[in-house]
Nanobody, 122 residues
């Protein structure tokens, strides 16, 4: 099994910053892609940003220029960090970490974290 642990959520005022972290652990051979999704009340879950093993990133248009996703280069850590700046009230949501890869039994996995709340007040 692969477990994801998220941290770093909280409450900030509009224009503030937060840094989310996600660490994958368990029976991992390799983590290929890690991503953050978010779900606001009454809305569907949506992709925020993703990063590949090689470090290539992809951002949703609504966070470009404000959020930066990076990945721990130490393979043993399998961690990623989302630096969020210039936060807006519409960024308020539960943020979920997602990781996809291959476990030590050569089976594909696609795991999700429990979510961390981000609240931005105006």
């Amino acid at each position: 099994q692969v477990q994801l642990v998220e941290s770093g959520g909280g409450s900030v005022q509009s224009g503030g910053s937060l840094r989310l972290s996600c660490a994958a652990s368990g029976s991992i051979f390799t983590v290929n892609t890690m991503a953050w999704h978010r779900q606001a009340p009454g809305k569907q879950r949506e992709l925020v940003a993703s990063i590949t093993r090689s470090g290539s990133t992809n951002y949703a248009d609504f966070v470009k220029g404000r959020f930066t996703l990076s990945r721990d280069r130490d393979d043993a850590e399998n961690a990623m960090f989302l630096q969020m700046s210039n936060l807006k009230p519409e960024d308020t949501a539960v943020f979920y970490c997602n990781a996809a890869g291959i476990d030590k039994k050569w089976r594909p996995f696609d795991s999700w974290g429990q979510g961390t709340q981000v609240t931005v007040s105006s």
